[in-house]
């Protein structure tokens, strides 16, 4: 969970014996090289359209009815950006002010371990910037309807999220967020796309022996197409502790 709150902090202690017996720690992105300004640098110039162009030309007359109806902004304020950067940038879903990055398994495990092993991250900067705007039309779209959908369902989706993780119930967490029939996949689809280039790098690390403890989002490990389920597709036996 890359964000909690702060009576849930506590379950965090859980991870410390996967912390001791490693000695390699591998992020999403290596934390100790991940600049969120150079991130914010590498999209911002991809978030809008040439000039000329705006959201209305580019996406469903029904998506266009849908922004406009639950905007808190101006027009002005958005029609120029593509959806993937209206997802990323203006989306705030109710009842998220309750949890906090600082309160997240990211930020526990590596005030933990920064001073024990070696870090690493499955992802680069470049790598994670490019996955949101290389997005075709029709998959920004997709990306910004189904996030739509998960802010719509917030705080409750939030508290049920928790509550599945807090279980280690992937296959709930699964059902709580993949596409509801001929509904929307772009958000899901995004998740998918980066665990497949993890799965390899995974592979990597298993193959060098060390103790590694590997930190990424619940959602990476969940659905016919996650982490944990292109792994044994690889030969690989996992257990759950």
Not at 104 to 133: C, P, Q, W
Not at 139 to 152: C, K
Request: charge should be positive; glycine fraction near 6%.
């Amino acid at each position: 969970m890359h964000a909690l709150r702060e009576f849930d902090y506590s379950t965090l202690a859980e991870f410390d014996k996967a912390i001791n017996e490693s000695t390699k720690f591998i992020f999403e992105r290596d934390p100790t090289a991940n600049d969120q300004t150079l991130l914010w640098r590498k999209l911002l110039p991809q978030t809008s359209y040439p000039r000329g162009v705006t959201i209305q030309q580019r996406v469903n007359l029904t998506t266009f009815a849908l922004l406009k109806r639950i905007s808190h902004i101006p027009l002005s304020a958005y029609e120029t950006q593509k959806p993937w950067a209206i997802a990323v940038f203006n989306l705030k879903a109710q009842g998220m002010e309750t949890v906090n990055s600082r309160l997240s398994v990211d930020h526990y495990v590596y005030e933990r371990a920064r001073h024990r092993g070696e870090m690493g991250g499955l992802e680069t900067i470049d790598e994670f910037a490019r996955s949101l705007y290389e997005m075709n039309d029709r998959e920004s779209e997709s990306y910004l309807l189904q996030a739509i959908e998960y802010g719509q369902r917030s705080p409750e989706l939030l508290n049920e999220t928790i509550g599945a993780w807090k279980s280690g119930s992937t296959e709930r967490i699964y059902r709580l967020y993949s596409p509801r029939r001929n509904g929307p996949g772009g958000y899901w689809r995004w998740i998918e796309k980066r665990s497949s280039l993890w799965a390899p790098r995974l592979e990597d690390a298993i193959k060098l022996g060390k103790p590694t403890m590997v930190i990424v989002g619940a959602l990476h490990l969940c659905g016919p197409r996650g982490v944990i389920a292109q792994l044994r597709k690889r030969g690989y036996k996992l257990e759950q502790l």
